[in-house]
């Protein structure tokens, strides 16, 4: 099982472009996460699902939207990147949600916005 | 907002030695969980503790909970070069959802 991976690993975009980061698990897990990290503020988290087709938001979900087409993929959308969404990315996914089981979380998207 | 928050922010020891981090959290909470993050990777999770639990093991962690003060510690025994990492506590809020502490970053030094 390759578990959560994500893609790309890294990515360098200018201010007002757009890119999807894809989140992928192969654990049949119905909740999935998208977190941000930045320094000396832990993950926060954007967006979440609790099962395919439906999604809803996080604690910091301005300037990004989600998609949860298929059970086992979750996409990250930028429309338009700002310099503030310089962070490195990481998306989780679980079997129950968040507070009663543990998440699996991907190796993380480094994302650097100019 | 924050809900758990990580004490210290920085810890060194020396290999062999025992290693203590705390979080404390504000709201009442289901569950608190513990997890590791290596530099440049993604979280694994290490503990999951109940409310209803006062302390919980594996291996050579430890992990206790207080309600009363709304603490809980990670002790990690005869430390290890390879436990050099960042440890956040995670804690439950009403919608179910974790909130990740700053995180210890914690240095063992051989």
């Known amino acids: 099982n390759a578990g959560v991976t994500q893609t790309p690993k890294f990515r360098v975009l200018k201010t007002g472009q757009s890119m999807t980061l894809l989140c992928a698990q192969d654990m049949n897990h119905e909740y999935m996460y998208w977190y941000r990290q930045d320094p000396g503020m832990g993950l926060r988290l954007i967006h979440y699902s609790v099962g395919e087709g439906t999604t809803a938001k996080g604690e910091v979900p301005d300037g990004y939207n989600v998609s949860r087409l298929k059970k086992q993929n979750f996409l990250l959308g930028l429309e338009s990147a700002a310099p503030s969404q310089t962070s490195v990315y990481f998306c989780?996914?679980?079997?129950?949600?968040?507070?009663?089981?543990?998440?699996?979380f991907g190796p993380g998207t480094r994302l650097t916005v100019t | 907002s924050q809900q758990g928050e990580e004490d210290p922010q920085a810890l060194s020891i020396q290999e062999g030695e025992n290693a203590t981090m705390n979080c404390s959290y504000k709201t009442s909470i289901n569950n608190l969980q513990w997890y590791r993050q290596n530099s440049g990777r993604g979280l694994v999770h290490l503990i999951l503790?109940?409310?209803?639990?006062r302390e919980k093991h594996s291996g050579r962690l430890r992990v206790t909970l207080d309600t009363s003060k709304k603490s809980s510690s990670l002790l990690i025994t005869a430390s290890r070069a390879a436990d050099t990492a960042s440890y956040f506590c995670a804690t439950d809020n009403q919608g179910g959802k974790l909130i990740f502490g700053q995180g210890t970053e914690l240095s063992v030094k051989p």
């Open positions: 989780a996914s679980s079997y129950n949600r968040g507070s009663l089981a543990e998440q699996y």
């Open positions: 503790i109940r409310s209803n639990e």
